[in-house]
């Protein structure tokens, strides 16, 4: 049955429980890729409890690391691109195309996505040209004999700037990957939309992307108090090694949660367009 579209702004719980319905619809249809996403992204813990060892803190094979990092990310972004473009299809459709037909319709965009993601790592290296003359800024006030209340202001602030910038960067071109899969926006387009609507609700955006990676945190502490299990969150640093059912559990746990992203990702981009539609028409009635 196809979930009806909002056709005006909705609050933050109004918007959880329609991405919630929404991931009620597609997680049968949409968990085997899911899972695939899912395995991609623990492939390097997976290596780790292969060999033992945690390979990935040595430079010895620093080149080998770097592509491996690499092709996970394409892959993953491929197979996510693809589970996005099955749940806008169940969205607008109340249908969702066959397992191939999706990989293919992501992989028609993918060099538009390819490329954004490129940009968006320029971008990225850019913002250290700013962060390099803060760290001095850091070491300067280090040295300085200021007032215990002055220093904490001052480290405050300066790791608040340091922070907020990366932060700001993924916020405000966090739904170019949507646009360029479900709206076949060009790259340079993807990228001003999403600033452009995300721009002025900040906030808000970085409030409902953190919802179900908080779920899926709150699941794993409450597994693990329960069942004495142990976990990894997958995008921690690979402190532990753990054997393998282990990784395997984590995998299907982060499967459940990966439509939720999707739908929760679409929802969002949709009330985004209908606020921006509606400043529009408020300073344009005519």
Partial sequence: MKLALATQPESYSELVVRSLKLYRQTLGPSFLLAFLVAVIVFIPRLICVAVGQNVFLTTKHWGQQQLLFITIYMSSLWFYGALLWGI?????????????????????????????????????????????????????IM???????????????????????????????????????????????????????????????LKLILTPWLCYLIVLILIKMVFKINFHVFFMPFELISDLPTAAFNILILAFFIPWTGALMLVQLKDLELRKKAVRKKNDPH
């Avoid at 490129?118 to 850019?126: A, E, K």
């Fill in 143 to 205: 040295q300085l004999n200021l007032h215990r209340y002055v220093f904490a202001v001052l480290m405050f602030t300066l790791i608040a700037i340091r922070a907020s910038i990366p932060l700001l960067i993924f916020l405000l071109f966090y739904f170019y990957f949507p646009l360029i899969i479900v709206e076949s926006d060009g790259i340079f387009l993807a990228l001003k939309q999403s600033a452009t609507l995300v721009w002025g609700h900040v906030c808000r955006t």
């Fill in 88 to 140: 806008h299809c169940i969205q607008q459709l109340g249908k969702r195309e066959h397992f191939i037909a999706e990989i293919k319709a992501a992989g028609k965009r993918m060099l538009y996505v390819f490329g954004a993601a490129f940009i968006l790592i320029l971008i990225g290296m850019l913002t250290l040209l700013i962060d390099r003359p803060l760290h001095y800024v850091f070491l300067e």
